[in-house]
T-cell receptor, first 114, second 115 residues
Framework: AQSVTQLGSHVSVSEGALVLLRCNYS??????LFWYVQYPNQGLQLLLK??????LVKGINGFEAEFKKSETSFHLTKPSAHMSDAAEYFC????????????FGSGTRLSIRP | DAGITQSPRHKVTETGTPVTLRCHQT?????MYWYRQDPGHGLRLIHY???????DKGEVSDGYSVSRSKTEDFLLTLESATSSQTSVYFC??????????????FGPGTRLTVT
């Protein structure tokens, strides 16, 4: 069965510093991978997705993620953190090409220090 | 947001009472989902639907039932609410393009408290 593990339930970085949120997946077949962001008291928004077209995926708000099959990882990065990036981030995996189940990680809360 | 609304947005109920949450979408998407979100657990799938009257269980379906009599509405029912069902509930739909998953959109959430 597919699953995702997010390393670190809370990450804190200074404004302007690199953001790195870690996600490792488990899947016996090529996965579809996603990163979602959730701002306080809101639903989830899709940041970016990997569906095998390219290993480096660019998303909204300056975020990007790289699919590394050898490491079974899909880490999310942003070169320079902004105060507005403070939110909770979820990695998710789906191995089925049809629209059915997506499995979410437990989330990483990102805090930005002034 | 794919025209997803949830009602009610907030509800407080007593243990043992039945509760129904409604998810409504306006764009005729085939696939709909109910998740619950709890600290430290992320989002966990309760039930999902792949068409009118076609539903299936997710990973935490015990104590919940669903119904989908129309494309636009997906109802989640707690037959007899328990305190462990205090959570934030999210409805979602999936957009499929060319028989492949494109993206998933989420509703604004329903905060349910069972006292």
């Amino acid at each position: 069965a597919q699953s995702v593990t997010q390393l670190g339930s809370h990450v804190s970085v200074s404004e302007g510093a690199l953001v790195l949120l870690r996600c490792n997946y488990s899947s016996s077949v090529p996965p579809y991978l996603f990163w979602y962001v959730q701002y306080p008291n809101q639903g989830l928004q899709l940041l970016l997705k990997y569906t095998s077209a390219a290993t480096l995926v660019k998303g909204i708000n300056g975020f990007e993620a790289e699919f590394k099959k050898s490491e079974t990882s899909f880490h999310l990065t942003k070169p320079s953190a902004h105060m507005s990036d403070a939110a909770e981030y979820f990695c998710a995996v789906s191995v089925e090409s049809s629209a059915s189940k997506i499995i979410f990680g437990s989330g990483t809360r990102l805090s930005i220090r002034p | 947001d794919a025209g997803i609304t949830q009602s009610p947005r907030h509800k407080v109920t007593e243990t043992g009472t039945p509760v129904t949450l409604r998810c409504h979408q306006t764009e005729n998407h085939r696939y709909m989902y109910w998740y619950r979100q709890d600290p430290g657990h992320g989002l966990r799938l309760i039930h999902y639907s792949y068409g009118v009257k076609d539903t299936d269980k997710g990973e935490v379906s015990d104590g919940y039932s669903v119904s989908r009599s129309k494309t636009e509405d997906f109802l989640l029912t707690l037959e007899s609410a328990t305190s462990s069902q205090t959570s934030v509930y999210f409805c979602a739909i999936s957009v499929v393009q060319g028989a492949r998953l494109s993206k998933q959109y989420f509703g604004p959430g329903t905060r349910l408290t069972v006292t």
